[in-house]
């Protein structure tokens, strides 16, 4: 009997967050989200502004992406050059409270960028919204929060801390 709680226990943890082998971590996806490194990502074929993506997401019970270093970057870009029409998408990325201070929408501390060179240069005084721009390799423009985008939406596996279910 208490072989098989602990069968059963061990089996759900499993199925609802995923798991890791060979210092890789899998996750299980709800349909149409991609698993990469413990994270589950949407990618958002609708232009909304930058406020409604997060919504969006959130309803989701995720947060536009938050990109944590160039090997998650680098997974991103492969697989925005192969999503079609080419296209800006949103992160959750923005300096909206205070300006020239970007913070993620996860309030994960911010730790790797990938702007591209002269950004962010807030354009014009009204530019507070990070994107992943096509016409520069997927590297990082901040325009005005207002424009309307595709976006990608990071649901993150309990063991990074999010503090929601993935699976
Ligand atoms: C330029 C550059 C960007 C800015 C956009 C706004 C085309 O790029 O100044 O930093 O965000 O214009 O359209
Ligand atoms: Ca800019």
């Given at each position: 009997m208490?072989?098989?709680?602990?069968?059963?226990?061990?089996?759900f943890?499993?199925i609802?967050?995923g798991?890791?082998?060979?210092?890789?971590?899998?996750?299980?996806?709800?349909?149409?989200?991609?698993?990469?490194?413990?994270?589950?990502?949407?990618?958002?074929?609708t232009?909304?502004s930058?406020?409604e993506?997060?919504?969006s997401?959130q309803?989701?019970?995720?947060?536009?992406?938050?990109?944590?270093?160039?090997?998650?970057r680098?997974?991103?870009?492969?697989?925005?050059?192969?999503?079609?029409p080419?296209?800006?998408?949103?992160m959750?990325l923005?300096?909206?409270?205070?300006?020239?201070?970007?913070?993620?929408?996860?309030n994960?501390?911010?730790?790797?960028?990938?702007?591209?060179?002269?950004?962010?240069?807030?354009?014009?005084?009204?530019?507070?919204?990070?994107?992943?721009?096509?016409?520069h390799?997927f590297?990082?423009?901040?325009v005005?929060?207002?424009?309307?985008?595709?976006?990608?939406?990071?649901?993150k596996?309990?063991?990074?801390?999010a503090?929601?279910?993935?699976?």
């Open positions: 208490a072989k098989t709680s602990l069968t059963i226990v061990v089996l943890t499993i609802s967050t798991f890791t082998y060979a210092d890789k971590v899998f996750t299980f996806c709800p349909d149409n989200w991609l698993s990469y490194e413990g994270s589950c990502y949407y990618f958002h074929h232009k909304t930058f406020v993506a997060e919504h997401c309803n989701l019970e995720s947060n536009l992406v938050h990109v944590n270093n160039v090997q998650e680098d997974f991103l870009r492969d697989h925005l050059n192969h999503q079609l080419v296209a800006y998408w949103w959750g923005s300096d909206d409270d205070i300006e020239g201070q970007f913070r993620w929408t996860d994960q501390p911010l730790t790797f960028t990938d702007w591209f060179p002269g950004e962010p240069n807030n354009a014009n005084g009204v530019e507070d919204c990070a994107m992943f721009d096509h016409n390799n590297k990082w423009n901040d005005a929060c207002n424009q309307q985008y595709f976006s990608i939406c990071e649901l596996s309990e063991s990074q801390g503090g929601s279910l993935v699976g």
